[in-house]
């Protein structure tokens, strides 16, 4: 099909009067039309070169969206100093025989002097000592515990035995008792042991040790005094746990978890995932006044080269009455899950190891209950490329539509009538478990005239199983029903010209689905498809069949002339009867601002080489061939040069109706028109 506009003076031209009458012809107008072309794609020649009509149309299709999606997720975890420790730390202070001998007035007196010599220590008893400072602030400057236990060892380091051995541990600025005992027997060289529970109570970092009263037998003869032998006390805090402290923190882990954590994936139970699209974002927030490290493995989730993800954070300290957030966001694209957890053994969950700890500065910091962390991790928008496992079972109603827009392009009122129709309702399943379908319900709707036909088929009602696909490769499992048209009435239904059909059933998803297999699969592109396919030969008869064809429109430029005469011609091997009218057509506003032929041209039906044979109809005998003309006026001319477009329309049917017809792949219908321009020049 073309266009072409040549401008030539052709003929010739003679003089009227003081004028020369010219005469121009000019070509405008070629257009060729078939039915081949108008089913582009949907028709193909035989081996004798008749038309097939081959049709093939998704009228269902059950994806993953329509029973399952990766829900949105979100694991957290709350942090406070109570699980944080001071660890363990010890103290130690020491009273000598010269500290206690000090307090014994005049036999005091006598056992400082005989420092370095034998002496006799006497007896004593309800023997007290001033307050002496202990310096605990390698520990803590003070804290108020939950729990902990301050552990005492004493050991005797004088040369004579102790007796109901009183004493107290305090703050020296609350003035508080910390601690309160009394020992009834300490040998000489042999040490006393015990705890004491820290809970509830607060502790400086300065206590004040008072011996309250202290009693002794004495040494029973003489021994080489040295004042520097001492009591020697260790003070050691174990399994500290604060309420809160201003301490030195050491370095720890407050969080250390190493578990499965179970998505909730009802009802599927997936063993293994491939994500095409998804994100995996993280938040910690904090307050506390030293700096954090943030440390979160998915083991079982991989990117393309196995490597494992991981997220390694350093958090800053937060300023006092603050806290600090961190944000981020991970594409999961191309990464694959292991959802059998550590031990490789279950479904639906992933392993997960989450540290949270912090590196001791050295400085000391305050921290209380009021202090926290805050641990958040999401799975959003997960779309999986590919799955594996237990993809759950149901009963689902189905219904769906295909559009033939073509039917209407073609047929629009008119009619079509196959002298035989093959067709099939194709099953194909491309997920990894299997499906019983039954179909209620097939009929078709004319949108241009209303009207519906339902199609009566042996197939309807019926159960049929489809099988799962097979896996890499990925292989479809197909099951085609035929419907005949010798078994239904499938010719009626396509006598309708049906732009719409219309399908309803059930589908029984996975119906020998075994939760304890784990077979299962799915990739994003998997379907459940019903199809229709069609396949017909055009032996047929048409009534109002459409064929157009639409080119581009360059100005008719009449200058001077008084008329132009076109002429047209047709070529028609169709054994279809056909009215054709040429349209300008402004596409800009899309109408039609004139026509070409006052009404529809007739073009004759090609002749059939027999004419009286049964129908259907063999080749036609040649073409059908006529030429006219129609004069134009300026003023017609002026208003098809607003157009944009010429549109040839031609509208056929078989004579008499309901004659039927083969159509071949080399039948056209061909247009031409040219004009020839009358134009008198001055003399």
Request: charged fraction near 20%; hydrophobic fraction near 40%; aromatic fraction near 10%.
């Amino acid at each position: 099909m073309w266009l072409g506009i040549v401008v030539g003076i052709a003929a010739g031209c003679r003089k009227e009067g003081d004028f020369l009458s010219v005469r121009a012809h000019l070509p405008l107008i070629r257009s060729e039309l078939s039915l081949e072309k108008a089913l582009s794609g949907r028709v193909h020649p035989d081996s004798s070169g008749m038309l097939i009509l081959s049709m093939e149309k998704t009228v269902y299709r059950m994806t993953l969206d329509e029973f399952w999606h990766f829900p949105d997720t979100s694991f957290e975890k709350n942090v406070s100093l109570k699980t944080l420790t001071l660890g363990t730390r010890s103290v130690t202070y020491q009273m000598t025989l010269g500290q206690i001998a000090r307090g014994l007035g005049t036999a005091g007196q006598t056992i400082l002097l005989a420092h370095g010599s034998p002496a006799f220590i006497p007896p004593f008893s309800d023997v007290s000592a001033d307050p002496s400072e202990i310096d605990i602030t390698a520990m803590f400057e003070q804290a108020t515990f939950i729990s902990g236990k301050l552990h005492i060892n004493l050991f005797n380091g004088l040369p004579i035995d102790l007796q109901n051995v009183i004493f107290e541990l305090r703050n020296k600025n609350l003035g508080t008792t910390v601690i309160r005992d009394t020992i009834s027997y300490l040998a000489k060289n042999s040490t006393f042991v015990d705890s004491y529970d820290l809970s509830g109570k607060t502790v400086e970092g300065k206590l004040l040790f008072e011996l309250l009263s202290m009693s002794s037998p004495g040494s029973g003869g003489l021994v080489v005094i040295d004042t520097n032998d001492a009591v020697t006390l260790n003070l050691q805090g174990r399994n500290m746990y604060v309420q809160e402290a201003v301490a030195v923190f050491p370095s720890q882990k407050m969080v250390n978890d190493s578990l499965d954590v179970y998505y909730h994936l009802d009802p599927l139970r997936l063993v293994y995932a491939e994500v095409k699209s998804g994100n995996l974002d993280v938040t910690a927030v904090h307050t506390m006044p030293d700096s954090m490290f943030f440390h979160l493995s998915l083991p079982g989730v991989t990117d393309g080269t196995g490597r494992p993800l991981a997220v390694d954070w350093a958090l800053r300290p937060s300023p006092t009455g603050d806290s600090v957030r961190r944000y981020e966001n991970y594409a999961l694209n191309g990464y694959a899950i292991d959802f059998t957890g550590r031990d490789h053994d279950t479904f639906n969950s992933f392993y997960q190891i989450t540290v949270l700890s912090f590196d001791s500065t050295g400085r000391k910091v305050h921290l209380s209950l009021q202090d926290s962390i805050y641990l958040r991790y999401r799975l959003l928008s997960m779309r999986p490329r590919y799955a594996r496992g237990y993809l759950g079972k149901d009963t689902t109603a189905a219904a769906g539509t295909a559009l033939l827009p073509w039917m209407r392009d073609l047929f629009s009122a008119g009619a079509v009538r196959f002298d035989e129709v093959e067709a099939a309702l194709v099953l194909e399943n491309t997920f990894g478990f299997d499906a019983d379908v039954v179909v209620q319900s097939i009929s078709g709707y004319n949108s241009y005239t209303k009207r519906y036909a339902v199609l009566s088929a042996p197939l309807l009602g019926r159960r049929y199983h489809l099988p799962a696909a097979a896996d890499a490769p990925l292989t479809p499992a197909v099951l085609a029903i035929p419907v005949s048209s010798t078994s239904s009435n499938l010719v009626d239904f396509l006598a309708n010209m049906p732009d719409r059909i219309e399908v309803t059933g059930t589908v029984f998803r996975n119906p020998s689905g075994d939760p304890a297999r784990l077979t299962d699969f799915f990739y994003d592109t998997s379907a459940l498809a019903v199809k229709v396919r069609i396949e017909a030969p055009l032996r047929l008869s048409v009534t109002d069949v459409h064929l157009q064809d639409t080119l581009p429109l360059s100005p008719l430029d009449m200058g001077d002339a008084d008329s132009v005469r076109l002429f047209w011609r047709y070529f028609n091997e169709y054994p279809i009867a056909w009215d054709v009218q040429i349209y300008a057509y402004d596409s800009t506003v899309g109408e039609v601002v004139d026509s070409l032929f006052a009404a529809p041209a007739a073009v004759a039906a090609a002749p059939l080489k027999d004419p009286s044979a049964a129908a259907p109809l063999g080749r036609v005998f040649g073409m059908a061939y006529h030429q006219a003309s129609l004069t134009i006026t300026p003023e017609h001319a002026e208003r098809m040069n607003r157009a944009t477009h010429w549109v040839v329309r031609a509208r056929g049917r078989t004579l008499p109706d309901g004659k039927q017809v083969i159509l071949y792949s080399d039948y056209r219908l061909a247009f031409t028109v040219f004009g020839e321009v009358f134009q008198k020049v001055p003399f």
